[in-house]
């Protein structure tokens, strides 16, 4: 394990969360269609459904990438390299 893998894995993570944001943010969009939908507000309603679809394709991102950085050995590289690394520090100072 090196600095790049390390770095790759937190940028993934990164990406991780945004989709799950997104994904969440298209649940919210339908529950406020479903509450206009219930209001008689079936204008509002397809508006927003209409933002809401295309936010869950986003699952599939999500689903993938916490599959690849959960790799158990990939963990186990990461929990070593920043065990070294903090050795290495705390022995430099």
Not at 40 to 48: C, F, G, P
Request: glycine fraction near 4%; charge should be negative; aromatic fraction near 12%.
């Amino acid at each position: 394990m090196n600095a790049s893998k390390l770095y790759l894995r937190d940028l993934l993570g990164i990406g991780l969360v945004t989709s799950a944001i997104l994904v969440v943010l298209g649940m919210i969009f339908c529950l406020l269609a479903a509450l206009n939908f219930f209001t008689h507000e079936e204008v509002l309603a397809n508006t927003y459904l209409h933002e809401a679809l295309p936010l869950f394709i986003f699952i599939l991102p999500s689903i993938a990438i916490a599959r690849f950085i959960n790799r158990p050995r990939w963990i186990h590289d990461v929990e070593e390299y920043q065990l070294e690394s903090a050795k290495k520090f705390s022995q430099s100072h």
